[in-house]
DNA sequence: AAATGTATAAATGTATACATTTTGGAGGAT
DNA sequence: ATCCTCCAAAATGTATACATTTATACATTT
């Protein structure tokens, strides 16, 4: 078992919340459930923290992350400049078939939204809404902030109350790419973004 | 030696030019350098390839980061975004000691122009311009922004040729700070990374 | 000459053993 | 009780040795 799948495997149990915010890694521990040395686990780690899924101190026991809700308020403000730049860029170099794809993973987002997969599923579609914006760098960067969200979300236990609310914003901004009315898509993802961080945050501690 | 300093040395040969863009960087040979074995250069490698200075694959060699021309444009674009956004908080949350700040990294960054440390001056000033705006994250990613640039502006030995023309963008952000114009202020940076954008893609190849 | 295949050298990945640092708790002082 | 100090146990960091993969040079073919 390689220092990748190994990373995965843990980023795996970070985003569903089986390891939680602040929990420690050790990385004895990690190297027996593998049964692998440690050399390997402490790649997979430096992995992780270069993803953001744990911080790392010299000498000190790797942990997830665990942002403070002026933290979290970040993120989502970065999200929201991030996000509706990239929003703005797809639906003025917009082509027939990405709609294609949009209305694709729209339909397959529906489908997961009832199960445990419904984050894959919203990631998926939002990522199809911003890929023809074409800019990879700012989609990884995205993602990054996004599974940070995601981290704290699992690890909190928060329900995806809205969800209902939340499927309609996802139609409404297919229809405002369709009609390429930039600045009514804009303000839908940003209300869409203003209420998940409302949710995270109404559901963290401190 | 440790990973960490190691890694701090390495950058600096990368930021410096002394490392290029597109070389490669060979675990025996550093661990020759320091005297130490592969195990803190593989962990060095690691924390550099997580401020995006190096590239690392599996089984390969470590490379020095060398982006196109169209991901440096991704570049700009999202320092524009990011920079744009710091200054505007910043603005708004303007408190007189931050000034104080500001014209002390002004004057100190005016004399690092004339010499190889002109860099680390101008990032100390617009750190100083974006302090205010407290946003410790959005900071960070345009601090790694801003290194990206600088390790092809190193590496392909472009000339500060604007020097004048920089420095008194400088005097005209700090003030336009000053009297609190935002719009204005935001125009002279953007017009800042155009000029610097445009001086690096000049120099590039492909 | 260009392209393909192959062998050997060289580089990276991992396990084990040992050094160094942190951690968590026992015991005593305030 | 609460806060120290100190020590043993446990965790992380590093060196060495070996396994695995890649890369370079050279021969072969088209």
Redesign the pocket.
Known sequence: ???EKIAATLEADIVSGVLRPGE??????I?ARF??????V??ALQLMAARGLID???????RVIDLSPSEIDEVYHLRGLLETDCLRQAIRQLEADDLVKIEAALAHSNIDAATDRWADGDWAFHKSLYAPAKRPRELSMVEDLRRTCRIHIAGYGVLPTLTDKWLKDHENLVAAMRSRAEDRAVDILARHLADARETLLAAMPG
Chains 1, 2 share one sequence.
């Open positions: 078992m390689s220092a420690d890694l050790k990385q004895g521990e190297a049964s692998v040395s440690r050399i390997p402490r790649d790392l101190e010299r000498n000190r026991r790797a």
